[in-house]
Structures are given as structure tokens and as C-alpha cells.
């Protein structure tokens, strides 16, 4: 599970990037954050993942208060949580299976495992037979699913997917959202980020709107009149939606 109660964060003196986001989600929800540029969405993402620190307010995940994480449980903490981005950020002189094998070679782990899990990841992915590919030899909803077969070969608890398709073909982004929820149905919690409208109506699933740091609208679907909304412009929060999930009520 994760909470945000009343989190706030400023970058600086001035610029408030989040102004008392409160939502809780429940293991294995699929959960989507939506806003213009600059809504907080990343900023979002970058507490969970402990890359920032937010300036008020508190943050449990998976039971654990973020105010009591030391240097040392932050490693641990990132084992967690698995992070896709839009850039999909692999390493250009390896393969895929070495991509892959590199997310458990840095923790560790032993060679045994290694050879063990990778294949099944990659297959899980769909991209059994190009184990040995390059990453400039893959196509980019391709080298989308390298990025999330490393985020996941960890078997994190949480899924960060940050754009994930924001760099892909419509087809192929509608596929990197099947495979999302594919991960999401084996158990683990997906949080993604997107702009793109017709995944969003498609899907189906809770959007949690942003708008200058707040949450103007916590509910299950969205509906592609609603278009205005993921540009992050003003709507009241909605009584019946799922933001009534408030903090107080857990
Ligand atoms: P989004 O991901 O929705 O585009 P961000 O979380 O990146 O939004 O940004 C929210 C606000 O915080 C924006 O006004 C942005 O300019 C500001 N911001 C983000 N990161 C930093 C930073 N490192 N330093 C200063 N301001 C930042």
C-alpha cells in the first residue's frame, strides 16, 4: 500500500510542487497520475522512489514511514519499487539479456538466479529470441519492454511508470499498457503517468488528476470529453469518487 497524507514539496523557497496530496493505494491497484507539465506528477514518483524528500506531511509504503528510512534501508527501499521511464534509459553496449541481468548483478545476486529468472522475464515480456539484440536493434515498443522486464526481474512490489509510452507509436503504446497490466494482474501495484488520452479512456482504471500540486479529481475512469482534464485545468474534486478514500476513513 502506498499513503501520501498531506505531502507537500517545495523545491527551494518559492516553487511548491505539491501542496497536501493525500491518496492512499492498495496493493496491487493499477493507478494512473495525470496533469499538465509542472501538475507534480514527477515529483510524485521522485518521493516514492526516495530521489526527493518532501518538506511536510507523511508517506508510508508497504508499512513502511518514510520519516524512518536510514541511508541504508533507501537501497533496500528501491528494490521495492521498480522504475520505467519514457526514455526507457538502457545500456547501449549490452544486450537485452545483459540489460536485464544487470538490474540483479548490481544487487548482487547470483549467477545461478540470473540465468534462472532472466529467460522467464524476457519471455513474459514477449521478447523471447531477441535476447541477444542490442538495444539500437530493437524497435522502441521494444526496448520499452527491456526497460520493464529489468524494472520487474527484481520482483518489486511497486511498478513507477513514468511516461512509459510517451515516446511510442500508438499501437505500440497500447501494448506497453497491456503489458503493464499483465504485471499488474501477477500482483504487483502499477503507477503510471500519461498524456495520452485514448489510453486513458481505454483503460479504465483510477486517475488521480494533478493540478499546480493538488488533487483536483481522484476517480475510476475517464472519459475522453473530459480531454480538458488531463491538461490539468480546474474541476472540483468529485465526492463520489474514489477520493473519498480520504486518509481519515483508513
Ligand atoms: P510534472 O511531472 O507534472 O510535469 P513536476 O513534478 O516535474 O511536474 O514539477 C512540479 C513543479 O515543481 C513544477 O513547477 C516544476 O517547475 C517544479 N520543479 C520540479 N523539479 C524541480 C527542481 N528540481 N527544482 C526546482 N523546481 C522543480
Redesign the pocket.
Known amino acids: 500500500m502506498i499513503l501520501l497524507d498531506r505531502v507537500s514539496?517545495k523545491?527551494?523557497k518559492k516553487?511548491v510542487?505539491?501542496d497536501k496530496v493525500s491518496f492512499f493505494i492498495e496493493p496491487k491497484e493499477f493507478v494512473v497520475l495525470v496533469?499538465?507539465?509542472?501538475?507534480?506528477?514527477?515529483?510524485?514518483l521522485?518521493l516514492l522512489t526516495r530521489e526527493?524528500k518532501e518538506t511536510s506531511g507523511k508517506i508510508v509504503v508497504g508499512g513502511v514511514d518514510y520519516a524512518d528510512l536510514k541511508e541504508k534501508d533507501i537501497a533496500l527501499l528501491r528494490r521495492k519499487v521498480g522504475t520505467v521511464f519514457q526514455d526507457f534509459k538502457l545500456l547501449p553496449k549490452r544486450t537485452v539479456f545483459e540489460n536485464v541481468a544487470f538490474a540483479m548483478e548490481i544487487v548482487g545476486m547470483s549467477n545461478k538466479e540470473i540465468k534462472n529468472t532472466v529467460p522467464k522475464v524476457i519471455e513474459l515480456v514477449g521478447l523471447a529470441g531477441k535476447e541477444k539484440n542490442y538495444p539500437d536493434q530493437l524497435s522502441g515498443g521494444e526496448k520499452q519492454r527491456v526497460a520493464i522486464a529489468r524494472a520487474v526481474v527484481r520482483q518489486p512490489k511497486i511498478l513507477i511508470a513514468d511516461e512509459p509510452t510517451g515516446n511510442l507509436d500508438p499501437k505500440h503504446s497500447w501494448d506497453i499498457v497491456k503489458l503493464l497490466e499483465r504485471i499488474n494482474k501477477r500482483g504487483t501495484t502499477v503507477i503510471m503517468?500519461t498524456h495520452n488520452q485514448e489510453i486513458l479512456a481505454k483503460l479504465n482504471r483510477r486517475v488521480i488528476k494533478?493540478d499546480h500540486?493538488r488533487v483536483v479529481s481522484d476517480r475510476v475512469g475517464f472519459r475522453l470529453e473530459d480531454d480538458e482534464s488531463v491538461d490539468g485545468s480546474s474541476d472540483e474534486p468529485d465526492a463520489k469518487s474514489t477520493g473519498s478514500r480520504k486518509v481519515s476513513s483508513l
Open positions: 514539496k523545491y527551494g516553487g510542487a505539491l496533469g499538465a507539465s509542472g501538475a507534480g506528477k514527477s515529483t510524485i521522485k526527493e503517468t494533478l500540486g
